[in-house]
T-cell receptor, first 113, second 113 residues
Framework: QQQVKQSPQSLIVQKGGISIINCAYE??????FPWYQQFPGKGPALLIA?????SEKKEGRFTISFNKSAKQFSLHIMDSQPGDSATYFC????????????FGQGTTLQVKP | KAGVTQTPRYLIKTRGQQVTLSCSPI?????VSWYQQTPGQGLQFLFE???????NKGNFPGRFSGRQFSNSRSEMNVSTLELGDSALYLC????????????FGPGTRLTVT
């Protein structure tokens, strides 16, 4: 019930293409869903986040789509660039579990020029 | 505003030794969470501190402990190191009341030989 399942494990996209990463959860107590981007040798950086009362949130080239009934959410990276090559983690947070983010296993994205 | 800082960045220890890692949160952030990141297990929550009190703890053995000081700086300690403790240890800070929006430091890479 505390898991967040992320797919695919790795992804290769051509420059200018759309990258899509999916996550699924079971615990309906989760009320905040962030995405993090991590470059080698760095800590995860908060990219974009959504609450379950919103179906979509867009920030620049990054969009989160949220399907509450299916308990799924996804990250779309439009016009993918080589500089987007990194590992992406989805996560979930429940207010009843203070300070604890539960992470998906991560997706390694490679954008080919 | 300066980000989360962690010291040291790299550490090599021998089995059976103990280690202390330090984390300075973003100015004004009073909550600090610690995570362990490994290739096999991904990002796993260790514990969270607020106002010098541990409020939440993950599923790690008692060899892992932490504390927080009055200036919100935090330390974590691992005693009797095992080879499996080799990992990237990350701390994240957040504002009071916004414990879901966590900002990560660069991590401390611990290698146990």
């Amino acid at each position: 019930q505390q898991q967040v399942k992320q797919s695919p494990q790795s992804l290769i996209v051509q420059k200018g293409g759309i990258s899509i990463i999916n996550c699924a959860y079971e615990n309906t107590a989760f009320d905040y869903f962030p995405w993090y981007q991590q470059f080698p040798g760095k800590g995860p950086a908060l990219l974009i986040a959504i609450r379950p009362d919103v179906s979509e949130k867009k920030e620049g080239r990054f969009t989160i789509s949220f399907n509450k009934s299916a308990k799924q959410f996804s990250l779309h990276i439009m016009d993918s660039q080589p500089g987007d090559s990194a590992t992406y983690f989805c996560a979930a947070y429940g207010s009843g579990n203070t300070g604890k983010l539960i992470f998906g296993q991560g997706t390694t994205l490679q954008v080919k020029p | 505003k300066a980000g989360v800082t962690q010291t040291p960045r790299y550490l090599i220890k021998t089995r059976g030794q103990q280690v202390t890692l330090s984390c300075s949160p973003i100015s004004g952030h009073r909550s600090v969470s610690w995570y362990q990141q490994t290739p096999g297990q991904g990002l796993q929550f260790l514990f969270e501190y607020f106002s010098e009190t541990q409020r939440n703890k993950g599923n790690f053995p008692g060899r892992f402990s932490g504390r927080q000081f009055s200036n919100s700086r935090s330390e974590m300690n691992v005693s009797t190191l095992e080879l499996g403790d080799s990992a990237l240890y990350l701390c994240a800070s957040s504002l009071a009341g916004e414990y879901y929006e966590q900002y990560f430091g660069p991590g401390t890479r611990l290698t146990v030989t």
